[in-house]
Antibody, heavy 124, light 107 residues
Framework: QLQLQESGSGLVKPSQTLSLTCAVS??????????WSWIRQPPGKGLEYIGF???????YYNPSLKSRVTMSVDRSKNQFSLKLTSVTAADTAVYYC????????????????WGPGTLVTVSS | IVLTQSPGTLSLSPGERATLSCRAG???????LAWYQQEPGQAPRLLIY???TRATGIPDRFSGSGSGTDFTLTISRLEPEDFAVYYC?????????FGQGTRLDIK
């Protein structure tokens, strides 16, 4: 059974860089027909899409965050990562890594597997 | 594409029928619309994709319908575990967007 698990710094200072990794188990991140995304949810609020990557390194970032986001894949470790620069309090959220599938997987798709999420707080 | 969910909160009793709406600001390509359920402190769970296809393991009391700009999630007979927040998501156009959610409360 596919499982995803986020890890990374839970507390980041303003203006610094948020770094998260998603470890994938029970399946290969290089499997064709899937993309790998990050989604965030500020406390008590709704879901915001950050972007996706798929195994050949193709990426898409939400224009609202594009200037600050970088995603990468490490096939040898079966994991993918998120970096978000110049963070502010508005970036405080639970961050989820997810698998995207369906016939539009190459444009993100729908999300059939989610990590449990990790809370990142931006504060000095 | 902006997705607007209604109502914001729906208060019903177990056994009743729930109808949740998701309206898109423009047509959703190929009915690429999904529904998720989120319980407190947990990650969302996929219920429906491609507007009307139930995800693996989802009970048949959940059904989805719609096309174009108007989509509906129906829960035929509410069970106690169905009281949660529900989100719609479109994946027909980039950027992917979510609705703001409908909270389903026990009356």
């Amino acid at each position: 059974q596919l499982q995803l698990q986020e890890s990374g710094s839970g507390l980041v200072k303003p203006s610094q860089t948020l770094s998260l990794t998603c470890a994938v188990s029970g399946g290969s991140i290089s499997s064709g027909g899937y993309s790998w995304s990050w989604i965030r949810q500020p406390p008590g609020k709704g879901l915001e899409y950050i972007g996706f990557i798929y195994d050949i390194g193709s990426t898409y970032y939400n224009p609202s965050l594009k200037s600050r986001v970088t995603m990468s894949v490490d096939r040898s470790k079966n994991q993918f990562s998120l970096k978000l620069t110049s963070v502010t309090a508005a970036d405080t959220a639970v961050y989820y890594c997810v698998r995207g599938g369906g016939s539009s997987w190459y444009r993100g798709g729908f999300f059939d597997h989610w990590g449990p999420g990790t809370l990142v707080t931006v504060s000095s | 594409i902006v997705l607007t969910q209604s109502p914001g909160t729906l208060s019903l009793s177990p056994g009743e029928r729930a109808t949740l709406s998701c309206r898109a600001g423009q047509s959703v390509s190929s009915s690429f619309l999904a529904w998720y359920q989120q319980e407190p402190g947990q990650a969302p769970r996929l219920l429906i994709y491609d507007s009307s296809t139930r995800a693996t393991g989802i009970p048949d009391r959940f059904s989805g319908s719609g096309s174009g700009t108007d989509f509906t999630l129906t829960i035929s007979r509410l069970e106690p575990e169905d009281f949660a927040v529900y989100y719609c998501q479109q994946y027909g156009s980039l950027p992917i967007t979510f609705g703001q959610g409908t909270r389903l409360d026990i009356k």
